[in-house]
């Protein structure tokens, strides 16, 4: 059983570039959460996928935006991007109705210069 | 809305010293509460989690008991080991629908041998 994958590990992007990061759910999951972490701070809720459509969004604008393949991977996508969004960006996966288990992969290291 | 207050750190411990970190909550209706762990570099492992007042969660040693009177998940362990050093996120489901995950600010504890 393999855990949940992210990717890249780190990324070095310019103020109003666009970025795409990607995850791959743990084995038989079906729903995944994006969470940005910023340095010395606990994790925000960005989007959550179910069934390839957003069920939920945390307080983040829409230049954040995110896709849920058939096989369950995600991407999450930031255009125009800001110095603060530099961040660790996690994914979680966990299975429908099942809440109180979610799984985090690594995360990506952002970096906006 | 929900949220998730920790106990200030940076914590610095003797190996075999006990631990506490304090945990309070604000939330509506019933949430579940998590203790994670993130070492350094890695993304976040769930350490121990309790769905329900007075349940009790524990793991590797550490330990923490819902108390709804007192709206409050305390993180403790008897004799910490210098592999204990991470930072530790308190956390609630918010099951609003899209059941995220609202994490305190977290709290680095390094423990010296």
């Known amino acids: 059983e393999t855990g949940v994958t992210q990717s890249p590990t780190h990324l070095i992007k310019t103020r109003g570039q666009q970025v795409t990061l990607r995850c791959s759910s743990q084995?038989?999951?079906?729903?995944v959460s994006w969470y940005q972490q910023a340095l010395g701070q606990g994790p925000q809720f960005i989007f959550q996928?179910?069934?390839?459509?957003?069920?939920g969004r945390g307080n983040f604008p829409p230049r954040f935006s995110g896709l849920q393949f058939p096989n369950y991977s995600s991407e999450l996508n930031v255009n125009a991007l800001e110095l603060d969004d530099s961040a660790l960006y996690l994914c979680a996966s966990s299975i429908s109705g099942n809440w109180n288990e979610q799984f985090f992969g690594p995360g990506t290291r952002l970096t906006v210069l | 809305g929900d949220s998730v207050t920790q106990m200030e750190g940076p914590v610095t411990l003797s190996e075999e010293a006990f631990l506490t970190i304090n945990c309070t909550y604000t939330?509506?209706?019933?949430?579940?509460l998590f203790w994670y762990v993130q070492y350094p570099g890695e993304g976040l492992q769930l350490l121990l989690k309790?769905?329900?007042?007075?349940d009790k969660g524990s793991n590797k040693g550490f330990e923490a008991t819902y108390r709804k009177e007192t709206t409050s998940f305390h993180l403790e362990k008897g004799s910490v080991q210098v592999s204990d050093s991470a930072v530790y996120f308190c956390a609630l489901s918010d099951q609003g629908g899209s059941e995220k995950l609202v994490f305190g600010k977290g709290t680095k504890l390094t423990v010296n041998p």
């Open positions: 084995s038989g999951h079906n729903t």
């Open positions: 996928y179910y069934r390839e459509e957003e069920n």
């Open positions: 309790a769905t329900k007042a007075d």
């Open positions: 939330a509506t209706g019933y949430p579940s």
